[in-house]
């Protein structure tokens, strides 16, 4: 009997959980009339401090619960200013053409060279990545295909002696 009791107690314990959080998200969506589902994931961040500094760390329950909160809002915060940032800076760029140059770790390049490096440059390594993978006889879950490249700006071959690419 007593197993039972202790049982419902888990059981309610994991529904004033799920209550809270979907209480939150509620207001959360409500107020802002947006959905974000980065929350989810800063709950989960929040969890896994939470374990990390009682489980790992050995510090008190309460303690570990405080930092953790402590932790995730710091992370959402910060979050919320690059978003915020981000916002502002394309809102405010003149040239959406991204041929203003601009500066970088290895130098003054124009926008679209710096989104080449940072998007199109390592889809052809992925590439590159697929083709080993048949080299080796490994197959992949989802094979790359001409339609997962439509539109990126990416040459016929894969390596500069290959005769045809994925």
Known sequence: ???????GLIGVSLAMYLWLISAGLTIIFGVL???NFAHGSLFMVGAYLAYTFYGHLGLPFGVAIV??????GLLGLVMERVL?????????????????PMDTYFGRHPMHVVLE???????????QLMLILDTLHIEPDRRLTGADLAGLPLPDKVWDDEKEAA
């Open 1 to 7: 009997m007593e197993n039972v009791a202790f049982q």
């Open 33 to 35: 009339r947006i959905v």
């Open 67 to 72: 930092l953790s909160l402590i932790g995730t």
């Open 84 to 100: 915020a940032r981000m916002q502002a800076w394309w809102r405010d760029t003149p040239d959406r053409s991204c041929s203003r």
């Open 117 to 127: 490096r940072t998007v199109w440059h390592p889809t052809q390594h992925t590439r």
